[in-house]
C-alpha cells in the first residue's frame, strides 16, 4: 500500500511539474503574463530530472513552437498577401506589410522570454544558442514557400520610403540654401506636389512612411530576417535609381565629366538609404548593432554598386559613342570618363561590337561621301587613341571602315586632295606622318 502511495505521489508530483514547465514556457493568446521564475522553473525541472525526462523539454518546446507556427502564425502571416484587395500599393499606416510584420514580430516576441528561461537552464558548453535555434527555425518554417504578391507589396514599400527619403534630403538642402538668393530654389518652392510621396504638399505623407520604415527595418532586424525580406527588393530599387539618375543627368552631356560626382551622389544619397536599411540612424540611438558577416555583406554591397554605376555609366557612354566621336574634340571628357569605367569593367567587347555596328548603320552608307568617310575615321582614330593608346580597340573597330573605303574608287584622289589642300588636310595629314600611321 505505502509504495503505491509513494508512486501515486510521485506521479502527481511529475503531473504537476510536467504542468508548471508546460504552462509556463507556452504563451497565452490574448493574455499578458510574466514568464515563470528561474527558482519555480529549477524546482519543477528537477522533478523532471529526477525522473529522467528534464531533457525533453526543449525539445517539447520547439516541437509546440513549430505546431503553432504551421498551424497558426504563419497561415495568419500569409493570409495579408493572398487576398486580391491587399495590393502593394497599400503601404501606409494601415498597410499590408507593416500590419502583417507587425502581428508577426508580436507572435514571435511572445516566445522570447521562454527563451530566455530555457536559455539559463541549458547545459553549457552547447555551440548555437537557443535563440539562434528559434530563428532558424522560424525563418525556415516560414519562408519556405513566399507568396509571387509579397515580393511586390515589399519592393512598393521600400520604393516609397526610398522616395521619402530622396525628398528629406532635398528639403534639407534647400533648408541649408535658403539664406541665399537661388532662382531655382524658388521656383522648386513653386510646386505644391511633393516630390516623395506624389501628394499635396499640404498632405505629405513621407514622414509617416519613414516613420514606419525605420520601425519595420527594426522588427526585421530583430527577427534576423532583415535581409532575407528586402534585400532582393533594395537592390531592384538602387539599380533602378542609378541607371534612372545617370540618364537624366549624363545622357548627351559629353563636355564635362560626371563619374565623380556620380559617385559622390552614390555615397550621399544612396549607401546612406543602404546604412539606414540595416544599420539604423548613424550616430543616434536608432542605430543598431550588426554582425561581423552583416557588416561584410554591406561592403560587398557598396563594391558592388559601385561596378554597376561605373557599368551603367559606360553603357549609356558606349551606346552613344558614334556621337561622342562626331564631337571631338568637344567630347574629350566623356572620353576620359569612359575610359576609366573600361578600366573598372568588363565593357571592352560591348565597346567594340556596338560602335562597329553604329559606324556600320550611320556612317558606311551610299550616301555619305569619302570625304565624310574619311573625315570619322580621323576622329576615330583620335577618340580611339584616348581610350586605348595601345592601339587594340582601333584595330579591331578601324577594320570595318578601312576595308569599306578600299572598295570605293575615289578613296586615293580624296586623300590626295585632303593633304593638298591648305584647309582640312592637316589632320589627315599629321596622322599619316605619325610614328604609328593610320593604314588603309
Known amino acids: 500500500v505505502r509504495w503505491f502511495e509513494k508512486m501515486a505521489a510521485s506521479v502527481e508530483n511529475l503531473g504537476a511539474a510536467w504542468s508548471t514547465v508546460t504552462t509556463g514556457l507556452l504563451p497565452c493568446v490574448g493574455q499578458t503574463k510574466e514568464p515563470p521564475t528561474d527558482d519555480v522553473l529549477k524546482a519543477a525541472m528537477t522533478v523532471l530530472d529526477h525522473h529522467g525526462v528534464a531533457f525533453i523539454i526543449e525539445e517539447w518546446f520547439l516541437e509546440s513552437m513549430q505546431s503553432d507556427l504551421r498551424e497558426n502564425i504563419g497561415p495568419k502571416f500569409w493570409a495579408h498577401f493572398n487576398s486580391e484587395t491587399n495590393g502593394p500599393k497599400q503601404h501606409g499606416v494601415d498597410g499590408t506589410l507593416v500590419v502583417a510584420f507587425r502581428e508577426l514580430h508580436a507572435s514571435l516576441s511572445a516566445y522570447l522570454p521562454s527563451v530566455e528561461v530555457l536559455e539559463r537552464l541549458r547545459q553549457e558548453g552547447l555551440k548555437q544558442t537557443l535563440k539562434d535555434k528559434v530563428l532558424l527555425i522560424f525563418k525556415a518554417l516560414l519562408f519556405y514557400d513566399i507568396p509571387v504578391r509579397f515580393h511586390g507589396v515589399v519592393r512598393e514599400f521600400y520604393s516609397c520610403a526610398f522616395k521619402a527619403y530622396e525628398e528629406e534630403l532635398r528639403r534639407k538642402d534647400r533648408q541649408v540654401s535658403e539664406d541665399g538668393d537661388n532662382p531655382e530654389e524658388e521656383e522648386e518652392e513653386e510646386c505644391l506636389t511633393c516630390a516623395g510621396c506624389e501628394r499635396e504638399k499640404e498632405c505629405c505623407t513621407c514622414p509617416e512612411t519613414l516613420t514606419l ?105 558606349i551606346s552613344e559613342m558614334f556621337d561622342v566621336i562626331v564631337e571631338f574634340p568637344d567630347s574629350m571628357s566623356a572620353l576620359e570618363d569612359l575610359k576609366m569605367c573600361l578600366e573598372k569593367t ?47 580597340l582601333l584595330e579591331l573597330v578601324g577594320d570595318k571602315i578601312r576595308h569599306y573605303l578600299r572598295t570605293r ?25 605619325r610614328g604609328d600611321p593610320i593604314s588603309l
Open 213 to 317: 520604415f525605420h520601425q519595420l527595418n527594426t522588427q526585421l532586424h530583430s527577427l534576423g530576417l532583415l535581409e532575407r525580406v528586402c534585400g532582393e527588393a533594395v537592390t531592384a530599387i538602387i539599380h533602378d535609381r542609378i541607371q534612372q539618375h545617370i540618364q537624366n543627368t549624363c545622357q548627351g552631356e559629353f563636355e564635362s565629366q560626371f563619374l565623380h560626382p556620380l559617385e559622390k551622389w552614390l555615397q550621399s544619397k544612396v549607401l546612406s538609404w543602404l546604412h539606414l536599411v540595416f544599420k539604423g540612424t548613424p550616430g543616434q540611438t536608432g542605430e543598431r548593432q550588426v554582425s561581423d558577416k552583416t557588416q561584410e555583406s554591406l561592403d560587398r554591397w557598396q563594391t558592388r554598386l559601385l561596378y554597376f554605376l561605373y557599368q551603367t555609366y559606360g553603357t549609356l557612354r
Open 346 to 392: 568588363d565593357l571592352r567587347q560591348t565597346l567594340v561590337s556596338s560602335l562597329r555596328s553604329a559606324i556600320g548603320r550611320r556612317l558606311l552608307q551610299p550616301g555619305a561621301t569619302t570625304s565624310d568617310v574619311l573625315s570619322q575615321y580621323i576622329l576615330l582614330v583620335k577618340s580611339l587613341r584616348v581610350l586605348d593608346p595601345t592601339g587594340v
Open 409 to 433: 574608287d575615289d578613296t586615293v584622289r580624296k586623300i590626295v586632295e585632303g593633304l593638298t589642300e591648305e584647309e582640312g588636310g592637316s589632320d589627315l595629314a599629321d596622322e599619316l606622318m
